[in-house]
């Protein structure tokens, strides 16, 4: 083995396309060509050594993460990419066969780290699923009140880093200001900005702490001249028409075929929402709409998660209108712990305690697959359980790590500058990718 | 979405395309031998379950004594696929079985596309062969790792975090 060979990426690598081999190259055109009414041909001439191959991170300021794009260059027209993952594999789903199902969210919650609540919800609504409990209409509304706070908070974060790729730098600030805002009222909630912990198996950690209601309104008053005023600075802009319109352009029936859910879908003319389609929670007893885009470029992609946040905030809304009083988490005491108060006086409250936090709850055989619309598609958790207290085998489907499989579509025959624009447009967390 | 109309209640296995099915907290399942799974995904393919969702595995090496249907011989190894219409709005999943002395199953790359990913990842993850896919490799861990870490008898911290270019431990 020559030195060469050891520091290659082997099958992972991207080859010059004289070097590389036909099935490699099938790979490629079959992700998008394979759909029937397509034309069949692909355009297999091998030019000769005048491109380049150009390696786009893993370590770059706009792939969002560890992420490693290679791309076959001719001058500035991109003849191929691929997008190389794993950088960030910590092999989280063997992690969680060790850990209880109420350890469970601790572990999931840091996959997807902008929406860690929708990783929370997943795993223990397929929790949920498998124990066959009634969760508690409070916690369910709370459930959403956190998940809507969550989804803005996301786009926000996107609307930051989109704007950063494409050098509009103020709107990255103003971006993570308007997020810091929402993280601020998690911290009150849950103790935490990032990874709560605060979604778990039977309901939610804690009830909402007092004056949560006039929080919300605080923040419901501030966002909608900040949209506004998002809508000044880039959507009307020429400059900003220009990067994002007609670039990395995907059709309903490409994404179908390549399972791509949540804004690209919806960018393409497709309302596929689970919130709509598929109502988990309490979403059919709320009023919404969902945002859809016609041209399945950049710049739908980017107006469709700017009005999603408007629509979130009509959900909360009337989530605040809604919200009963109750019970933050179900009364069943072979999932929850007994309250704090009580160990302090019984000898079996502290035991029942000490059992559930060490070995946890017991779980019926079986399995289940749980999807909800997390803000970059379908999150959905295959859950196999063999009746122990540790889930036997847990599987997330992430959406960005299905996305991603579009970008060598979306690159091809575009530009450089404009590969920054689709990537971020996909807008994929590497932490989700990788798991 | 999870029950559709005309589905016999869980306890009657029905043949959807020749393929036992049963019912999962709700949630339509099909069991396939190997042999049928190509057959069976696309009869489900000209069904309308036009998109997968989701491909994954599970090693059931700890867990063999699983309830399964009658008629449906367990296997160590198990593809799962999740597949959606979202004319009809409804699920269905495939679960197929197989053995652990022969891991290979034909690809569904070229009836869904996105499988491409969850096949390699399936591949690195238990060492589940695709036949048929255009290229499987490792995705996830590094292409010189040893062993497919999802298995059950790969060993949780038994092995040194191993990258290439790192001096040897001693």
């Known amino acids: 083995m020559s030195s060469s060979t050891e520091l290659s990426e082997g099958a992972q690598e991207l080859q010059p396309k004289s070097r590389t081999a036909g099935l490699e190259y099938l790979r490629e055109a079959g992700s998008v060509l394979r759909i029937p009414h397509l034309p069949e041909d692909v355009d297999e001439v091998r030019t000769d050594d005048d491109t380049m191959i150009v390696n786009m991170g893993p370590q770059h300021p706009s792939t969002h993460g560890v992420l490693r794009v290679m791309m076959e260059l001719q001058g500035e027209t991109v003849l191929r990419s691929k997008p190389v993952i794993g950088y960030l594999h910590t092999g989280m789903e063997k992690t969680g066969e060790d850990l209880t199902y109420l350890q469970g969210p601790t572990n999931v919650t840091r996959m997807d780290y902008v929406a860690p609540l929708f990783n929370e919800l997943v795993f223990s609504l397929a929790t949920e699923k498998l124990l066959d409990v009634e969760i508690p209409p409070r916690a369910t509304w709370i459930r959403m009140l956190m998940c809507e706070l969550n989804r803005m908070s996301s786009q926000f974060l996107w609307m930051a880093t989109n704007g950063m790729d494409l050098g509009a730098v103020s709107m990255m600030i103003y971006g993570f200001r308007e997020r810091e805002g929402i993280l601020d009222f998690f911290e009150k909630v849950t103790g935490l900005r990032m990874n709560h912990n605060y979604i778990r198996p039977g309901g939610v950690a804690v009830d909402l702490p007092d004056g949560w209601r006039d929080d919300v309104l605080r923040l419901l008053d501030i966002f909608p001249e900040r949209l506004d005023e998002y809508d000044t600075l880039l959507t009307g802009q020429p400059i900003w028409q220009e990067r994002t319109q007609g670039v990395g352009i995907l059709t309903t029936e490409e994404c179908l075929a390549l399972g791509i859910t949540g804004p690209l879908l919806r960018s393409t003319g497709l309302p596929w929402d689970l919130r709509k389609d598929d109502p988990y929670l309490y979403y059919d007893q709320v009023d919404f709409d969902v945002i859809v885009g016609s041209y399945g470029d950049s710049f739908d992609r980017y107006a469709i998660r700017l009005n999603e946040i408007r629509e979130s905030m009509k959900i909360v809304r009337q989530i605040l209108d809604k919200m009963p009083s109750g019970d933050y988490r179900v009364q069943d005491k072979k999932v929850t712990p007994p309250p704090r108060h009580r160990i302090d006086e019984s000898m079996e409250a502290l035991i029942h305690h000490f059992k559930i936090f060490t070995e946890g709850f017991r779980v019926p055989e079986g399995e289940v697959y749980v999807a909800v619309e997390s803000p970059r598609g379908e999150l959905g958790c295959y859950m196999v359980s063999d009746g122990s207290a540790k889930p036997y085998r847990f599987h997330i489907r992430g959406p960005s790590f299905v996305n991603l499989q579009a970008l060598p579509h979306m690159l091809r025959g575009g530009m450089v500058a404009d590969a920054v624009a689709s990537i971020s447009s996909i807008d994929p967390i590497m932490g989700e990718v990788d798991r | ?170």
């Open chain 2, 1 to 170: 979405m999870d029950e559709p109309d005309g589905l016999p209640p869980e306890d009657e296995p029905a043949l959807i395309h020749g393929a036992i099915s049963s019912l999962s907290r709700g949630q339509l399942v099909v069991h396939s031998a190997r042999d049928d799974y190509l057959d069976l995904v696309g009869s489900l393919y000209d069904d309308g379950y036009r998109v997968c969702m989701d491909l994954t595995g599970v090693d059931y090496l700890m867990h063999m004594e699983r309830q399964l249907p009658p008629g449906v011989r367990a296997e160590r190894f198990e593809v799962v696929v999740n597949l959606l219409s979202t004319e009809a709005r409804r699920r269905i999943r495939v679960r197929a079985q197989v053995p652990g002395a022969d891991l290979t199953i034909p690809s569904i790359f070229h009836l869904h596309p996105t499988t491409e990913a969850m096949e390699r990842e399936t591949y690195d993850m238990f060492g589940i062969v695709f036949t048929g896919h255009p290229d499987l490799s490792r995705i996830l861990m590094p292409d010189d790792w040893e062993g497919h870490p999802l298995r059950k008898d790969f060993g949780v911290g038994r092995i040194p975090v191993q990258f290439k270019g790192a001096p040897p431990a001693r």
